[in-house]
C-alpha cells in the first residue's frame, strides 16, 4: 500500500508520499506569439479539448490578432463562464485572445497527464478562485496569476502510467455515454415524428384524406381547413418589471429542447425592466438553434428577449404549440433564419406557414394524446439523462482519485 502525506494544496488533500509539489510556471511557459488566422487554422477552446472551430463558430472581425498553437501546447479559456474549457492542442493554428496558451518547459511532465488533471472540476474551481472581474461572466484568469497555482507533480513513470490507464478508461466511459446520448436522440427524433403525424394525419387512420397542397404535410383529413398562422396568433410586446412579476422570469434555459416542457430554475435575474408574457402566452425560441424551444407560458413573468412571445386569438394554444414544434415548422424556420453571428427566425415568414385546422373536438383529443404520448417518452429520455449524469460523476470522481494518487492503477488482472 502506497504511503500518504499531506500535500499542503487544499484542492488536492493527500498524494502519495514521493510526489512533489510545483508551481505551474515549474512546468509550462507562456506562448505569446500573435498569428492571422489564414496562416495558422482557427481552433476552438471547448469543454472537450482544442478541435477545428465549426464553420457556423461566432467569429470576431480580427482573425488576424490570435494567438499561435503548437502541436502538444495547453491552453484554456482565462473566461470564468467558459470554465472547464482547455486542452492539449493535436494541431497546429490558432485561438482567440482570450485563451491562454502554454508550452511545456521541460521533459519531467507528461502533457496527457496534466490534461486530465486540469479537466478535473477541483481544478477548474481552483483556476477560477485566482480570477479578477467585476460580475461572474466577466472574471478571467491572466497568466500572471495562473502561474502562482500549485500543482504536484508525480514521478514521470507515475504520470505516464496514470495517463495510459485514464485514457483507457475514460474512452470506455466516454463511449457507454456515446451509446446513451444516441438512444436519447433517437427517442427524441422519435418524439418530434410523433407530434408531426398526429398535427397532419389525426388519430384515425381509417379516415378520408386529402392532399393538403403542401409538401412537408403531404395528406391530411378530409374534413381539416387550411389557414395562414398569423391569422391565429398575434406578436405581444410588453414590458414589466421584475417587482411587477414578483421575480418570475422565464428564460431560454427554463425551456427544453424540443418537448414544450418547462423546468423551474434558480436563475437569478437583476432587477428591472424586461419583456414579459402572460400565462398562457406561447414562447417560441427565435435565435437558432432555439427553433425547438417552445411552451405555453406557466404563468405571468417577465421573459428573455430572445423569444417571441405570442397569444392565440380563439384558438387552442396547445395546438399552436404543438405546430410549432413539429419538423416541418423547425426545419424550415431554420432554412429562413437571418444574420451570421446569432442567426433569427425571420418572423413574417413563419407567420405565413400553413396551419392545419381540425374541428375543436379532434383538437382537443389531438392534444390530450399528444401530452401523454410525449410524457411517457420524457420520461424515458429522463432516465437516460440521469444514466449520463451518473456516468459524469463517476467519471470525475475516477479522474481525481487517480491524478492524485489517491487511488493507484490496477496491476495487469488486477481491474
Known amino acids: 500500500m502506497v504511503k500518504m502525506k499531506d500535500s499542503g494544496i487544499e484542492w488536492i488533500g493527500e498524494i502519495p508520499e514521493d510526489w512533489k509539489s510545483v508551481k505551474f510556471n515549474a512546468i509550462y511557459n507562456l506562448r505569446t506569439k500573435k498569428v492571422s488566422d489564414k496562416d495558422f487554422p482557427p481552433l476552438s477552446v471547448t469543454k472537450k479539448g482544442i478541435v477545428p472551430q465549426l464553420d457556423t463558430a461566432a467569429k470576431t472581425n480580427d482573425g488576424d490578432n ?220 427565435k435565435l437558432r438553434p432555439n427553433l425547438a424551444k417552445v411552451i405555453i407560458a406557466p404563468f405571468d413573468a417577465c421573459c428573455t428577449g430572445e423569444f417571441e412571445v405570442l397569444k392565440a386569438h380563439n384558438f387552442q394554444n396547445e395546438w399552436i404549440k404543438y405546430y410549432l414544434l413539429s419538423d416541418g415548422v423547425t426545419k424550415m424556420a431554420t432554412a429562413a433564419t437571418y444574420g451570421t453571428k446569432m442567426p433569427r427566425v425571420n418572423w413574417d415568414f413563419v407567420s405565413n406557414l400553413p396551419l392545419p385546422i381540425p374541428s375543436n373536438d379532434e383538437i382537443d383529443k389531438i392534444t390530450d394524446y399528444l401530452d401523454t404520448k410525449t410524457t411517457e417518452i420524457d420520461k424515458v429520455i429522463l432516465q437516460k439523462q440521469k444514466q449520463l449524469s451518473l456516468l459524469s460523476d463517476y467519471k470525475n470522481s475516477l479522474i481525481f482519485e487517480y491524478v492524485t494518487g489517491k487511488k493507484q492503477v490496477p496491476s495487469v488482472g488486477e481491474e
Open 66 to 285: 490570435r494567438k499561435l498553437v503548437k502541436k502538444g501546447d495547453f491552453a484554456i479559456n482565462s473566461r470564468s463562464d467558459r470554465r472547464g474549457s482547455c486542452g492539449i492542442s493535436k494541431y497546429d493554428g490558432s485561438v482567440s485572445l482570450i485563451n491562454t496558451v502554454l508550452f511545456p518547459r521541460n521533459s519531467k511532465m507528461d502533457p496527457r497527464y496534466y490534461d486530465w488533471l486540469f479537466h478535473t472540476t477541483q481544478f477548474a474551481d481552483e483556476f477560477y478562485k485566482w480570477g479578477h472581474g467585476i460580475v461572474d461572466d466577466l472574471w478571467t484568469t491572466n497568466w500572471q496569476d495562473m502561474k502562482n497555482i500549485t500543482l504536484i507533480l508525480p514521478p514521470l513513470s507515475q504520470q505516464q502510467i496514470i495517463a495510459d490507464f485514464l485514457d483507457k478508461k475514460c474512452t470506455e466511459i466516454d463511449d457507454i455515454s456515446a451509446k446513451i446520448q444516441k438512444e436519447i436522440d433517437t427517442l427524441e427524433e422519435y418524439r418530434k415524428s410523433v407530434i408531426t403525424k398526429a398535427i397532419t394525419k389525426g388519430l384515425n387512420d381509417k379516415v378520408l384524406m386529402k392532399d393538403s397542397g403542401i409538401e412537408w404535410m403531404g395528406k391530411i383529413p378530409r374534413e381539416w381547413k387550411i389557414g395562414k398562422l398569423k391569422f391565429f396568433v398575434e406578436v405581444q410586446s410588453s414590458k414589466k418589471s421584475l417587482e411587477d412579476m414578483n421575480g418570475r422570469y422565464i428564460g431560454l434555459e427554463n425551456v427544453e429542447k424540443n418537448s414544450g416542457k418547462y423546468q423551474v430554475s434558480n436563475s437569478k435575474y437583476d432587477p428591472g425592466i424586461y419583456d414579459s408574457c402572460e400565462k398562457g402566452d406561447i414562447l417560441y425560441g
